[in-house]
């Protein structure tokens, strides 16, 4: 069984700062892109940022030089660092990888995490 677990969020003011972890556990064989999404109230889920294993990293325009996602492959671990923060960034944030699991080790699937809610104050 494969797990995503994150951390973090919360209530924090315009312009301040938010760190989301995410750490993946379980019967993993081997992890791709891992990243980050988020769902705006009565919006659909959007991309926040994804980072390859190499350390290749994608950002949504609207968070580009603001948000930095960072990764850690022997804790199978990322971290989206959210700086300069703005009430449209908040959301329900998940952490998403893509896992070969140690059961089915032939194909790469999409694991979510459970969510975690990030509310920007004005």
């Known amino acids: 069984q494969v797990q995503l677990v994150e951390s973090g969020g919360g209530l924090v003011q315009a312009g301040g700062s938010l760190s989301l972890s995410c750490a993946a556990s379980g019967s993993i064989s081997m992890i791709d892109r891992m990243g980050w999404y988020r769902q705006p109230p009565g919006e659909e889920r959007e991309l926040v940022a994804t980072?390859?294993?190499?350390?290749?990293?994608r950002f949504a325009d609207s968070v580009k030089g603001r948000f930095t996602i960072s990764r850690d492959n022997a804790k199978k671990t990322i971290v989206l660092q959210m700086n300069s923060l703005k009430p449209e960034d908040t959301a329900e944030y998940f952490c998403?990888?893509?896992?070969?699991?140690?059961?089915?080790?032939?194909?790469?699937?999409?694991?979510w995490g459970q969510g975690t809610q990030v509310t920007v104050a004005s």
């Open positions: 998403n990888a893509r896992i070969r699991s140690s059961a089915m080790p032939v194909s790469f699937l999409d694991y």
């Open positions: 980072i390859s294993t190499s350390g290749s990293t």
